[in-house]
C-alpha cells in the first residue's frame, strides 16, 4: 500500500506563491507517473502538472509558466512551487501516482487565492 501525504496549502493574495509538497511511502520512481491534480467546487478534477520517467514534465495550459513540478528523490517528496497565484487557481490540490495497474491519491491541501 502507498500512502500520499499533501501538505503546503494556504491562502495568499493574487500574485503570490506557495509550494506544495506530497511525501510518498514509496521511492516515486516506483510510479509510471507522479502528479497534482486540482478539483475546484462545482467542477472535475483537473490535472496541473505531472511527472514520468527521467524528470520528463508536463503541464496544463493554465499553468504553464507558472507552476512547476519536480521532485526530491532522497526524501520521497514531490512538490509543485505555485507562482503568480490567481484567484481561478482556487481549489483543492491533490498529489496522484500511478503504475500500469493501480492509482494513488493524498488526501488533497486546500489553496485560497483572493483577488
Known amino acids: 500500500q502507498v500512502q500520499l501525504v499533501e501538505s503546503g496549502g494556504g491562502s495568499v493574495q493574487a500574485g503570490g506563491s506557495l509550494r506544495l509538497s506530497c511525501v510518498s511511502s514509496?521511492?516515486?520512481?516506483?510510479?509510471?507517473?507522479i502528479s497534482w491534480y486540482r478539483q475546484a467546487p462545482g467542477n472535475q478534477r483537473e490535472l496541473v502538472a505531472s511527472m514520468s520517467g527521467v524528470d520528463n514534465t508536463n503541464y496544463a495550459d493554465s499553468v504553464k509558466g507558472r507552476f512547476t513540478i519536480s521532485r526530491d528523490i532522497a526524501k520521497l517528496t514531490v512538490y509543485l512551487q505555485m507562482n503568480s497565484l490567481k484567484p481561478e487557481d482556487t481549489a483543492v490540490y491533490y498529489c496522484?501516482?500511478?503504475?500500469?495497474?493501480?492509482?494513488?491519491w493524498g488526501q488533497g491541501t486546500q489553496v485560497t487565492v483572493s483577488s
Open positions: 514509496k521511492n516515486t520512481f516506483r510510479f509510471s507517473a
Open positions: 496522484n501516482a500511478r503504475t500500469s495497474f493501480i492509482e494513488y
